[in-house]
């Protein structure tokens, strides 16, 4: 069997045009227990930090110091990163990305420099465009590059692949069974907050201690929660995957 990112070890990675979850090829794991029970209710990807709740169940981890990193998904909704996509913004009219319904979006020039919404450019979420302010910094018909997270459609889905059960929650077809990688280790996950740069070395944080809808993603954010390892890769256009060299978390038995 063949390692591919966020799934099963069951089909190659190359036949999978989203990079989403883990990217296991690559990922070099200290510890994993697989004998913990997740909540019933919860929703998390793998690659995402989690943490128990007051029922010693998996969840989530919302900006406190984590349990580890999810192996496997428990959602039927996944989501993937877009790194640096160009984008055209002639006059003030919205310009389309090639994925609608995304989130924490970061626009930038071609030399990396930011853009603010609302004094620079907006975006429509639900529909997935961008749209220049004429008021603003963004020079008319500027090429921009945007970074973003999307939720694959059951289309992508489709064409990305499921696993034996013709399901993307691999956690709830086995019991609530979850692996939990919670030793040191080096991880490639998809599961970072995109609206922020990343730089080999820089200290890396749990978030949702501040941010309710960044829980279980990596930050560079201090304010959102404890200290969880450091940037041993930066997310490209070519290699979505953000390279964590994940501290661990010794005390978990």
Same mark, same amino acid.
């Given at each position: 069997?063949?390692? #591919?990112?966020?799934?099963?070890?069951?089909?190659?990675?190359?036949?999978?045009?989203?990079?989403?979850?883990?990217?296991?090829?690559? @990922? #070099?794991?200290?510890?994993?227990?697989?004998?913990?029970? !997740?909540?019933?209710?919860?929703?998390?990807?793998?690659?995402?930090?989690?943490?128990?709740?007051?029922?010693?169940?998996?969840?989530?981890?919302?900006?406190?110091?984590?349990?580890?990193?999810?192996?496997?998904?428990? $959602?039927?909704?996944?989501?993937?990163?877009?790194?640096?996509?160009?984008?055209?913004?002639?006059?003030? @009219?919205?310009?389309?990305?090639?994925? !609608?319904?995304?989130? +924490?979006?970061?626009?930038?020039?071609? !030399?990396?420099?930011?853009?603010?919404?609302?004094?620079?450019? $907006?975006?429509? %979420?639900?529909?997935?465009?961008?749209?220049?302010?004429?008021?603003?910094?963004? !020079?008319?018909?500027?090429?921009?590059?945007?970074?973003?997270?999307?939720?694959?459609?059951?289309?992508?889905?489709?064409?990305?692949?499921?696993?034996?059960?013709?399901?993307?929650?691999?956690?709830?077809? +086995?019991? +609530?069974? #979850?692996?939990?990688?919670?030793?040191? $280790?080096?991880?490639? @996950?998809?599961?970072?907050?995109? /609206?922020?740069?990343? %730089?080999?070395?820089?200290?890396?944080? /749990?978030?949702?201690?501040?941010?309710?809808?960044?829980?279980?993603?990596?930050?560079?954010?201090? /304010?959102?929660?404890?200290?969880?390892?450091?940037?041993?890769?930066?997310? @490209?256009?070519?290699? =979505?995957?953000?390279?964590?060299?994940?501290?661990?978390? =010794?005390?978990?038995?």
């Amino acid at each position: 069997m063949v390692l #591919i990112p966020g799934r099963l070890e069951s089909f190659p990675s190359a036949n999978f045009p989203f990079s989403n979850g883990l990217d296991l090829g690559r @990922t #070099i794991i200290g510890r994993a227990g697989g004998f913990y029970e !997740a909540d019933p209710t919860a929703e998390f990807r793998a690659g995402m930090l989690v943490a128990r709740n007051a029922s010693g169940l998996i969840i989530p981890c919302a900006g406190v110091k984590p349990m580890g990193v999810a192996k496997w998904n428990k $959602s039927l909704f996944l989501k993937a990163p877009v790194v640096g996509e160009a984008v055209v913004l002639p006059g003030v @009219t919205a310009h389309n990305l090639k994925h !609608a319904n995304v989130e +924490n979006v970061r626009v930038t020039s071609l !030399a990396g420099a930011p853009y603010a919404d609302p004094g620079d450019y $907006s975006a429509n %979420t639900t529909n997935g465009t961008i749209t220049r302010n004429g008021a603003g910094t963004i !020079a008319d018909g500027e090429t921009v590059l945007v970074t973003y997270t999307f939720e694959l459609s059951q289309r992508d889905l489709d064409f990305q692949g499921r696993n034996f059960f013709n399901f993307v929650d691999d956690v709830s077809v +086995n019991q +609530n069974r #979850i692996t939990v990688i919670n030793d040191w $280790s080096l991880v490639f @996950t998809t599961q970072y907050d995109t /609206a922020i740069t990343y %730089t080999v070395n820089e200290a890396l944080y /749990a978030a949702g201690g501040v941010t309710a809808a960044l829980a279980g993603l990596f930050t560079t954010d201090i /304010a959102e929660g404890p200290y969880v390892g450091n940037v041993a890769q930066v997310p @490209t256009a070519t290699d =979505p995957f953000l390279g964590v060299e994940y501290a661990g978390n =010794p005390t978990v038995s």
